[in-house]
């Protein structure tokens, strides 16, 4: 009797084990399965993010061509300072990769360069297109372009570079540039290349408020601020690039004075 009683308990528990393995079994493959489930989810949230942050980009590349859209549409209202930017963007370029600057950064160099005075669209016209000398509140308009731009730039998380070299494309070597009054290497490489294009750039062409300079004149100028205003290696590199490459034109005005260089320094 004792024997039955004992067998038959044996097997109750032997049907508990069983039942309570099954269950276990079952709950591990509902686990397997919410794991699946899981790494899926994983798998799908991570490729939204690649997605998103694809969107991102394209967005932020968007914006900046709307942005070069809106420095050219202001510079073409200009008759003297169109195909500006787009001629200091190609030379800002030709001059980093003459210096040994990585082909990445010299494009950093040239988006910089073409966006370098979208600031002004914060300086009334008026004195954009003055053909007289700018009284000093109107310099002080004027010389708050570089900032105004990297302000409109700075957003654009890929052009944090960019946004430096806006802001101090008008620093001189000697710290008598603006807006900071940085001096020689505080102030950004490619800011310093900028600088030398831009110069460049704005004596061999026209302005309401002068005459454009031939090749040579413009060269002797600028030579003459070596280390003075105007960065050394960027000259070296403009001279490299530029010095045998364009026979100079004939002399389109009178010879310099002292304040040729202020001229130029003048926000272009
Ligand atoms: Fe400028």
């Known amino acids: 009797m004792a024997g039955e009683v004992a067998l038959s308990q044996a097997l109750a528990y032997a ?9 276990a079994r079952a709950r591990e493959a509902e686990l397997v399965q919410a794991n699946d489930r899981l790494r899926e989810a994983y798998q799908q949230s991570l490729q939204y993010a690649i997605d998103l942050k694809k969107t991102y980009g394209r967005l932020q590349r968007a914006i900046f061509q709307g942005l070069l859209g809106l420095a050219n549409a202001l510079e073409a ?7 500006h930017s787009t001629r200091v963007g190609e030379l800002s370029r030709r001059l980093a990769l003459a210096m040994g600057v990585t082909p990445l950064a010299a494009e950093t160099i040239a988006q910089a360069a073409l966006l370098h005075d979208l600031g002004k669209i914060g300086v009334p016209e008026g ?3 003055k053909p007289g000398p700018l009284t000093p ?14 302000q409109i730039v700075a957003p654009l998380e890929f052009f944090d570079e960019g946004a430096i070299i806006v802001r101090h494309h008008h620093e001189r070597l000697d710290g008598s540039g603006y807006p900071d009054g940085l001096r020689g290497t505080r102030i950004p490489l490619g800011a310093r290349i900028v600088a030398v294009a831009d110069v460049y750039d704005a004596l061999t062409s026209e302005r309401p408020y002068r005459a454009s300079l031939p090749h040579a004149e413009a060269m002797r ?13 960027a000259l070296d590199a403009l001279v490299a690039v530029l010095g045998s490459a364009r026979r100079p034109r004939a002399a389109s005005r009178p010879a310099l004075n002292g304040d040729d260089h202020a001229v130029a320094d003048r926000p272009l």
């Open 15 to 23: 049907r508990d084990l069983k039942c309570a393995y099954e269950t």
């Open 137 to 150: 509140e109107e310099w002080e308009i004027m010389r708050r372009h570089p900032v105004t731009g990297a």
């Open 127 to 129: 004195i954009l297109t």
């Open 77 to 83: 209202k200009d008759q003297y300072t169109r195909g």
């Open 221 to 233: 100028v600028m030579l003459q601020e070596r280390e003075r205003t105007l960065d050394g290696r």
